[in-house]
């Protein structure tokens, strides 16, 4: 099978196989921050994805309890959890290569059974269908918090997605791969502003909140 061939496939898979879309279960653990913490402890996660990390809960808490106050359907502390381990596998891959999303996603379901938080771990990285931030509220709060912090610091989409150019845009490949991230962040930021009529560009960080920026 050639690379173009593979990819066909795997776009028709993404069309034909929509995401799950999960309601709240009392069966399923939603771990806190200390536990969260314990975690990072036991993958040894470098001081600096666990200030990355902190920051992500943040950003994705904020937009969380946000969409909540506009009558979204999303649970507040499953995406602070979600935020707080969406880099979990990181420095295991860095090692021993493999896809930290992926396995991520597989510590997170052998360690609190959370097929919910578990679902947001797996696609912080790209999410293969279309948006929905109220069908798919936690997944896609993961991907732009992520995308709004910028080591350990909250930035916009230009300076966090102008810093990647510099950093690894190296090919022609990349970049695009890059630009199209680019573009889904934007949607997506576009999608939760309008939902809770909030320009979520504007915000940034002050004082350990989420403030709009004057």
């Known amino acids: ?10 776009s028709l898979h993404h069309e034909s196989t929509p995401p799950l879309q999960f309601s709240d ?3 399923w653990l939603v771990p806190d921050a ?20 902190e920051h992500v809960a943040i950003v994705a ?12 359907s999303v649970n507040v502390p499953a995406v602070e959890a979600c935020a707080l381990l969406h880099d979990i ?25 959370n097929p919910h938080i578990a679902q947001g771990v797996l696609h912080h990285v ?26 350990n610091h909250v930035v916009t989409l230009d300076e966090r997605f102008d810093d990647l150019y510099v950093r690894y845009g190296k090919t022609e490949r990349i970049r695009q791969r890059i630009h199209e991230s680019y573009l889904q962040a934007v949607a997506i930021e576009t999608a939760f502003s309008r939902r809770m009529g909030i320009p979520l560009n504007a915000y940034s960080l002050d004082s350990g909140r989420m403030v709009q920026r004057t």
């Open 1 to 10: 099978m050639t690379g173009q061939q593979a990819q066909q496939k795997s």
């Open 25 to 27: 279960n009392p069966r």
């Open 34 to 53: 200390a536990m969260c913490r314990t975690l990072w402890g036991k993958y040894a996660m470098p001081d600096h994805i666990r200030e990355h990390s």
């Open 61 to 72: 808490e904020f937009i969380a309890s946000a969409g909540a106050q506009a009558g979204m």
């Open 89 to 113: 596998a990181k420095s295991y891959t860095i090692v021993h290569g493999g896809n930290h999303s992926q396995l991520g996603a597989s510590i997170v379901m052998e360690v609190f059974g």
């Open 126 to 151: 790209h999410w293969p269908w279309h948006i929905d931030v109220d069908a798919w509220c936690l997944p896609l709060c993961i991907i732009y918090a992520d995308k709004r912090v910028m080591h």
